[in-house]
C-alpha cells in the first residue's frame, strides 16, 4: 500500500505540473469500454524477454479473456485527463504462491489514471500515454497493480470520444499478476464542456511616486527611505564603500569585510600584524615569526635571534651563555702548564696524561662548554717549520680529547709557532717553557 500511494502522490504532481488555462479542457464524461486481459504474453515478457515475445508469441490466441468497464473521464488540462474505470471480466486468475484454479471466476478491476495527451480535443487524433495504480479481487485475494500504457483518442463529434488502449499492468503486491490489458471504450460528455470565464479588465490605476530622499528609487522599494544611495542596496548608502550598506556596517566610515560586519581585520595586540595573519593575536610580535614575539628557548631572557647559547640557560653579559666560573678556568689553565713536549717533536710526554684526564673530567661535566687549544714552539726548533709543528702540538691535545670521547665539534685548535713566548727563548729552561699549549675554556 505504501507504494500505492507513492505512485498517487506522483501522478497527482504531475496533473498539477501540466495544468493550464485554455478552452479544450474534456468535461466530465462517461463511457463503456471492451477489453482483453492476456496473462500468457505477460509470463512469456517476464521469462524469456521482448524479442521471444514477438518472436514465438500468438497475440490473438484464446488464451485472451474478454471483460467490459465503465469509465469515468475528467478533463483536468488541454494535455491531462484523469480516468477511473471499474473493470470485470471471467478468468483463471493466477495467483502467486497458490495452487492453479480448476475454473474461472470474475476478476473485478478499478484503476485511477492520468492520460498525458500530446495534442489538445481539438485535433481529431491524439497519441497518449497513461499512468495509473489499481486494485484488483478475484475470489478471496485481493492485489494491487500498476498500469502503465499507450493509447490512441479520436474525437469523433462535439463530446464523444474513441479511446483506443493498450497497457502492461505492473504487479505490486504478492497477490496482484503481471498482464496485458488491451480495451476499446467510447465516453461521452455528461455536462457542460468547461469554458474559461471571460477576462475582466480592471481599471489601472496609476500610483503616485513617493521619493522622500530623492534617491531615484521610490519609497515603496526604498530599505531607507530617508537617507540617499544606491539601488544595488535597496536605497541605503555605503559610506565608505566597502559593499556593506551602512545600516548593517558596525564601522560605516572605514572600509572592512562582511565576515567582521563591516569593520577591518582586527589587530588585537596592535603589533600591526591583523589576526587573521597573527599565530599570537593577543601577544605583540614581529612579522618574521607570524606576528609572535622572537622566541626565547630556554627561557633566560635572552632571544633565541641574540643567544648564542639557546637550549641552555645562560646570561645576557654572556649572549645568553651560561658563564665559566673562574675555578674551573684556573684549573683548566693549570693543567695546561703540566702538558710538556720533547725539543722539535709534536707528540706530548707521557707525563702529560693526567693533567689532560682533568681537562677531559671538566669537559664531560660542562656539556655546554668548548675548549680552543692554541699549540706554540720555542725560537729554535721545528727546523724552520714552527708554524707546522705548532699546529701538530694542537692536534695532538685534541686528538687525545676525542679519544677520551670529547665531541670534536667542542674543540678548535689554532698554531702559532714561536709567537707570544713566556721564557726567554735563549735559555733551556726558557725554551722548555714555551714548547707549549694553551687552553681557553669557552662557553660558545
Given at each position: 500500500?505504501?507504494?500505492?500511494?507513492?505512485?498517487?502522490?506522483?501522478?497527482?504532481?504531475?496533473?498539477?505540473?501540466?495544468?493550464?488555462?485554455?478552452?479544450?479542457?474534456?468535461?466530465?464524461?462517461?463511457?463503456v469500454s471492451?477489453?482483453?486481459?492476456?496473462?500468457?504474453?505477460a509470463?512469456?515478457?517476464?521469462?524469456?524477454?521482448?524479442?521471444?515475445?514477438?518472436?514465438?508469441?500468438?497475440?490473438?490466441?484464446?488464451?485472451?479473456?474478454?471483460g467490459?468497464?465503465?469509465?469515468?473521464?475528467?478533463?483536468?488540462?488541454?494535455?491531462?485527463?484523469?480516468?477511473?474505470?471499474?473493470?470485470?471480466?471471467?478468468?483463471?486468475?493466477?495467483?502467486q504462491?497458490?495452487?492453479?484454479?480448476?475454473?474461472?471466476?470474475?476478476?473485478?478491476?478499478?484503476?485511477?489514471?492520468?492520460?498525458?495527451?500530446?495534442?489538445?480535443?481539438?485535433?481529431?487524433?491524439?497519441?497518449?500515454?497513461?499512468?495509473?495504480?489499481?486494485?484488483?479481487?478475484?475470489?478471496?485475494?485481493?492485489?494491487?497493480?500498476?498500469?502503465?500504457?499507450?493509447?490512441?483518442?479520436?474525437?469523433?463529434?462535439?463530446n464523444?470520444?474513441?479511446?483506443?488502449?493498450?497497457q502492461?499492468?505492473?504487479?505490486?503486491?504478492?497477490?496482484a499478476?503481471?498482464?496485458?490489458?488491451?480495451s476499446?471504450?467510447?465516453?461521452?460528455?455528461?455536462?457542460?464542456?468547461?469554458?474559461a470565464?471571460?477576462?475582466?479588465?480592471?481599471?489601472?490605476?496609476?500610483?503616485?511616486?513617493?521619493?522622500?530622499?530623492?534617491?531615484?528609487?521610490?519609497?515603496?522599494?526604498?530599505?531607507?527611505?530617508?537617507?540617499?544611495?544606491?539601488?544595488?542596496?535597496?536605497?541605503?548608502?555605503?559610506?565608505?564603500?566597502?559593499g556593506?550598506?551602512?545600516?548593517?556596517?558596525?564601522?560605516?566610515?572605514?572600509?572592512?569585510?562582511?565576515?567582521?560586519?563591516?569593520?577591518?581585520?582586527?589587530?588585537?595586540?596592535?603589533?600591526?600584524?591583523?589576526?587573521?595573519?597573527d599565530?599570537?593575536?593577543?601577544?605583540p610580535?614581529?612579522?618574521?615569526?607570524?606576528?609572535?614575539?622572537?622566541?626565547?628557548?630556554?627561557?633566560?631572557?635572552?632571544?633565541?635571534?641574540?643567544?648564542?647559547?639557546?637550549?641552555?640557560?645562560?646570561?645576557?653579559?654572556n649572549?645568553?651563555?651560561?658563564?665559566?666560573?673562574?675555578s674551573?678556568?684556573?684549573?683548566?689553565?693549570?693543567?695546561?702548564?703540566?702538558?710538556?713536549?720533547?725539543?722539535?717533536k709534536?707528540?706530548?710526554?707521557?707525563?702529560?696524561?693526567?693533567?689532560?684526564?682533568?681537562?677531559?673530567?671538566?669537559?664531560?661535566?660542562?656539556?655546554?662548554?668548548?675548549?680552543?687549544?692554541?699549540?706554540?714552539?720555542?725560537?729554535?726548533?721545528?727546523?724552520?717549520?714552527q708554524?707546522?709543528?705548532?699546529?701538530?702540538?694542537?692536534?695532538?691535545?685534541?686528538?687525545?680529547?676525542?679519544k677520551?670521547?670529547?665531541?670534536?665539534?667542542?674543540?678548535?685548535?689554532?698554531?702559532?709557532?714561536?709567537?707570544?713566548?713566556?721564557?726567554?727563548?735563549n735559555?733551556?729552561?726558557?725554551?722548555?717553557?714555551?714548547?707549549?699549549?694553551?687552553?681557553?675554556?669557552?662557553?660558545f
Amino acid at each position: 500500500m505504501k507504494k500505492v500511494f507513492i505512485l498517487f502522490t506522483s501522478f497527482c504532481f504531475f496533473s498539477h505540473a501540466f495544468a493550464q488555462k485554455n478552452d479544450y479542457k474534456k468535461g466530465k464524461s462517461l463511457g463503456v469500454s471492451f477489453f482483453l486481459n492476456d496473462f500468457k504474453s505477460a509470463s512469456e515478457l517476464r521469462s524469456n524477454g521482448i524479442v521471444s515475445l514477438f518472436k514465438n508469441h500468438d497475440f490473438f490466441s484464446s488464451q485472451m479473456n474478454p471483460g467490459f468497464a465503465v469509465d469515468y473521464v475528467n478533463g483536468l488540462s488541454n494535455h491531462v485527463d484523469f480516468i477511473a474505470a471499474l473493470a470485470g471480466s471471467s478468468v483463471n486468475y493466477p495467483v502467486q504462491n497458490v495452487a492453479p484454479f480448476t475454473s474461472k471466476s470474475v476478476l473485478l478491476e478499478t484503476t485511477a489514471s492520468l492520460n498525458f495527451k500530446l495534442l489538445a480535443d481539438n485535433y481529431w487524433l491524439t497519441p497518449f500515454i497513461d499512468l495509473g495504480v489499481g486494485a484488483s479481487k478475484y475470489k478471496k485475494y485481493f492485489g494491487a497493480f500498476m498500469p502503465v500504457g499507450l493509447g490512441l483518442q479520436a474525437h469523433l463529434s462535439k463530446n464523444v470520444f474513441l479511446l483506443l488502449n493498450s497497457q502492461y499492468r505492473i504487479a505490486v503486491t504478492e497477490n496482484a499478476s503481471y498482464h496485458f490489458y488491451h480495451s476499446v471504450g467510447i465516453v461521452t460528455s455528461i455536462g457542460p464542456k468547461k469554458i474559461a470565464p471571460p477576462q475582466v479588465e480592471k481599471e489601472v490605476e496609476i500610483p503616485v511616486v513617493v521619493d522622500r530622499d530623492h534617491d531615484g528609487i521610490v519609497d515603496s522599494l526604498d530599505a531607507c527611505p530617508d537617507q540617499a544611495g544606491i539601488a544595488a542596496f535597496h536605497g541605503c548608502p555605503d559610506t565608505d564603500g566597502d559593499g556593506i550598506p551602512d545600516k548593517d556596517d558596525k564601522c560605516p566610515k572605514v572600509a572592512g569585510l562582511a565576515k567582521y560586519q563591516g569593520c577591518p581585520i582586527p589587530d588585537t595586540d596592535k603589533d600591526g600584524i591583523n589576526d587573521e595573519e597573527d599565530r599570537c593575536p593577543n601577544v605583540p610580535g614581529v612579522a618574521r615569526y607570524q606576528g609572535c614575539p622572537v622566541p626565547d628557548t630556554d627561557n633566560d631572557g635572552v632571544n633565541d635571534e641574540e643567544d648564542k647559547c639557546p637550549n641552555e640557560v645562560g646570561d645576557s653579559s654572556n649572549f645568553g651563555c651560561p658563564i665559566i666560573d673562574s675555578s674551573t678556568v684556573q684549573k683548566v689553565n693549570a693543567a695546561a702548564k703540566n702538558i710538556f713536549f720533547a725539543s722539535s717533536k709534536g707528540i706530548f710526554l707521557s707525563a702529560s696524561n693526567a693533567p689532560l684526564q682533568k681537562i677531559v673530567k671538566i669537559l664531560n661535566e660542562n656539556p655546554v662548554y668548548k675548549v680552543e687549544i692554541n699549540g706554540y714552539t720555542d725560537s729554535r726548533e721545528g727546523h724552520g717549520n714552527q708554524q707546522l709543528l705548532s699546529e701538530e702540538r694542537a692536534n695532538a691535545v685534541k686528538d687525545y680529547l676525542v679519544k677520551k670521547g670529547i665531541d670534536a665539534d667542542r674543540i678548535t685548535t689554532k698554531g702559532y709557532g714561536s709567537e707570544n713566548p713566556i721564557a726567554d727563548n735563549n735559555t733551556v729552561i726558557g725554551r722548555g717553557k714555551n714548547r707549549r699549549v694553551d687552553i681557553e675554556l669557552k662557553s660558545f
